[in-house]
C-alpha cells in the first residue's frame, strides 16, 4: 500500500487544518487506517484510527478537536479544529494489514507532512 499525506503547514492556534492522505487502494478496505504524529524529540504517537468496519478511535489530547473520515475511494482526511500549539507534528499517515498466512499486522507509511501551529 502506498500512501501519500499532504495538507500541512502553518496554522495560528485556535484555527483549523485539513490533511488528506491518499491510498493505492481503497481506505475502506484497509483493515486499519490512521493518523500518528510526531513532535520534535518525541516518540511517533497515534492521533487517530478507523476501521474498515468504520470503528474510530482518537489520542485523549485530540478528542472533541479532530475528526478522522474517509471518502468511498482512496483518500482519509483529518481535520483539525482549535488547534493547539502542541499540535506542532509531523503527521504520518499508515495503514495497518492482518496478513493471515503470518497472522501479523504489516505496516505502511507515507511521508509525512509538517504542521506549525503559532501561538
Known amino acids: 500500500v502506498q500512501l501519500q499525506a499532504s495538507g500541512g503547514g502553518l496554522v495560528q492556534a485556535g484555527k483549523s487544518l485539513r490533511l488528506s492522505c491518499v491510498a493505492s487502494r481503497s481506505i475502506s478496505s484497509i483493515d486499519r487506517a490512521g493518523w500518528y504524529r510526531q513532535a520534535p524529540g518525541k516518540q511517533r504517537e497515534l492521533v487517530a484510527e478507523i476501521t474498515s468496519g468504520g470503528n474510530i478511535k482518537y489520542a485523549d489530547s485530540v478528542k472533541g478537536r479532530f475528526t478522522i473520515s474517509r471518502d468511498n475511494e482512496n483518500t482519509m482526511y483529518l481535520q483539525m479544529n482549535s488547534v493547539q500549539t502542541e499540535d506542532t507534528a509531523v503527521y504520518y499517515c499508515?495503514?495497518?494489514?492482518?496478513?493471515?498466512?503470518?497472522?501479523?499486522?504489516?505496516?505502511?507509511w507515507g511521508k509525512g507532512t509538517l504542521v506549525t501551529v503559532s501561538s
Open positions: 499508515n495503514a495497518k494489514i492482518w496478513v493471515r498466512g503470518v497472522a501479523s499486522w504489516v505496516d505502511y
